[in-house]
């Protein structure tokens, strides 16, 4: 396996510092990793999914993180609403700041 060409660094996962299950080192190259569920062959290919790879600098041992749907669904929910709520603040003060009185000469 080649792991990237981009620096090792450290790591968080769930607010916590990912160490290495094997060797207990803390710099990982990050990798992507596609899962086939053999369903490709019947041409679902809707069922395979990704998974995200931290492989050790020091050993090379392999940490697979795969989203499930759920999770993935509510961190697109949480980055939409961000987004939109962002957009009615930028509306609203734009509706503001049409509604000031101008000053006359």
């Known amino acids: 396996m080649t792991v990237s060409s981009i620096e090792a660094r450290e790591v968080s ?3 916590h510092q990912l160490r290495c299950q094997v060797c207990d ?6 990798r992507e990793a596609r899962l086939s569920t053999g369903a490709s062959a019947f041409g679902q290919d809707w069922t395979n999914s990704k998974a995200e790879c931290m492989v050790c600098e020091q050993c090379g041992f392999v940490h ?6 759920a999770v993935a669904a509510a961190v697109e929910d ?3 609403a961000d987004e939109i709520e962002n ?3 930028r509306l609203e ?3 503001d700041a049409t509604l ?3 000053t006359s000469r």
Not at 25 to 30: A, L, Q, V
Not at 64 to 69: K, S
């Open 64 to 69: 697979w993180f795969v989203r499930t749907h």
């Open 87 to 89: 957009l009615r603040r």
């Open 100 to 102: 000031e009185p101008t």
């Open 13 to 15: 996962v769930a607010g």
């Open 78 to 80: 949480t980055t939409l």
């Open 93 to 95: 003060a734009e509706y």
């Open 25 to 30: 080192y803390t710099r990982f190259f990050r």
